[in-house]
T-cell receptor, first 111, second 114 residues
Framework: QKEVEQNSGPLSVPEGAIASLNCTYS??????FFWYRQYSGKSPELIMF????GDKEDGRFTAQLNKASQYVSLLIRDSQPSDSATYLC???????????FGSGTRLQVQP | DAGVIQSPRHEVTEMGQEVTLRCKPI?????LFWYRQTMMRGLELLIY????????DSGMPEDRFSAKMPNASFSTLKIQPSEPRDSAVYFC????????????FGAGTRLSVL
């Protein structure tokens, strides 16, 4: 079992819709959770991070964390074609500074 | 801030040759990470340093790979001898412990071993 699991996609949504990206993790002691966006041929860039159960909003992005279910999600409201990218979920495990990354979900926003 | 700087951006070499990848972390950051990304395996951690000291090198695939961090502003990842299966994009990232360990990535080095 992979430590961080994501559906590889592609997830296709129409422009203006809400895109919902999901991630599950296996280490129950995980403390911090990150969403990175990676455009084709580019490096990962941080979009959001979340540490506490519940929702965290930043502009069109909302991260949701449920530690009991070991589940973290990213919602993108009013999706734009420029949001088309691969979204990587990353988890900081107990006692490590390094992050464990999921394989990423490819999002396609159709104009 | 210039961000994490990696060089070269692209490297093409022949099997058996030595390859050295370089990284300059963000000034003031105390942790540095080397990752490798391939289509098949995704983004994998190779090694990370804290305060210039290697902490976890369990991701280094084999003895052909080595990494050093002689000072707080420079790190190298060396592959000797290189093999075609080493072809990948290698990323360096840095973070600062007191800012929640958020990692910032460099632009990466695309390595092709022929």
């Amino acid at each position: 079992q992979k430590e961080v699991e994501q559906n590889s996609g592609p997830l296709s949504v129409p422009e203006g819709a809400i895109a919902s990206l999901n991630c599950t993790y296996s280490d129950r002691g995980s403390q911090s959770f990150f969403w990175y966006r990676q455009y084709s041929g580019k490096s990962p860039e941080l979009i959001m991070f979340i540490y506490s159960n519940g929702d965290k909003e930043d502009g069109r992005f909302t991260a949701q964390l449920n530690k009991a279910s070991q589940y973290v999600s990213l919602l993108i409201r009013d999706s734009q074609p420029s949001d088309s990218a691969t979204y990587l979920c990353a988890v900081k495990n107990t006692g490590r500074r390094a992050l464990t990354f999921g394989s990423g979900t490819r999002l396609q926003v159709q104009p | 801030d210039a961000g994490v700087i990696q060089s070269p951006r692209h490297e093409v070499t022949e099997m058996g040759q030595e390859v050295t990848l370089r990284c300059k972390p963000i000034s003031g950051h105390n942790s540095l990470f080397w990752y490798r990304q391939t289509m098949m395996r995704g983004l994998e951690l190779l090694i990370y340093f804290n305060n210039n000291v290697p902490i976890d090198d369990s991701g280094m695939p084999e003895d052909r790979f080595s990494a050093k961090m002689p000072n707080a502003s420079f790190s190298t990842l060396k592959i000797q001898p290189s093999e075609p299966r080493d072809s990948a994009v290698y990323f360096c990232a840095s973070s600062l412990t007191r800012t929640k360990n958020i990692q910032y990535f460099g632009a990466g080095t695309r390595l092709s071993v022929l």
